[in-house]
Nanobody, 120 residues
Framework: QVQVVESGGGLVQAGGSLSVSCRAS????????MGWFRQAPGKERDFVAA????????RYADSVKGRFTISRDNVKNTVYLQMNSLKPEDTAVYYC?????????????WGQGTQVTVSS
């Protein structure tokens, strides 16, 4: 199985930047993709960004496109999410996910989440 752990959350003012990281361990040689999701208070968990582990192909939610960048380090088994031009509505718990199936946009392993708070 695969274990994923997020880090790097914090408090940022609107318009600022923040980067969060997620390291995968275990049977990482079978990783097909990793992604980020977020859940704001009282709302459902939403997709944020995803990356193909071998090719580096990416996709983003419309709400973060042009502001967030997802990247990965295959040697470190780590995925990053660089968040720029942050807005108060970006405030949420950010969850990292990993998948080892044929579809690199589907995930079966989840982290515990890290809090990102954007003040106005």
């Amino acid at each position: 199985q695969v274990q994923v752990v997020e880090s790097g959350g914090g408090l940022v003012q609107a318009g600022g930047s923040l980067s969060v990281s997620c390291r995968a361990s275990g049977r990482t040689f079978r990783l097909s993709g990793m992604g980020w999701f977020r859940q704001a208070p009282g709302k459902e968990r939403d997709f944020v960004a995803a990356i193909n582990w071998s090719r580096g192909s990416t996709r983003y939610a419309d709400s973060v496109k042009g502001r967030f960048t997802i990247s990965r380090d295959n040697v470190k088994n780590t995925v990053y999410l660089q968040m720029n031009s942050l807005k108060p509505e970006d405030t949420a718990v950010y969850y990292c996910a990993a998948g080892d199936g044929l579809d690199w946009t589907l995930y079966n392993y989840w982290g515990q989440g890290t809090q990102v708070t954007v003040s106005s």
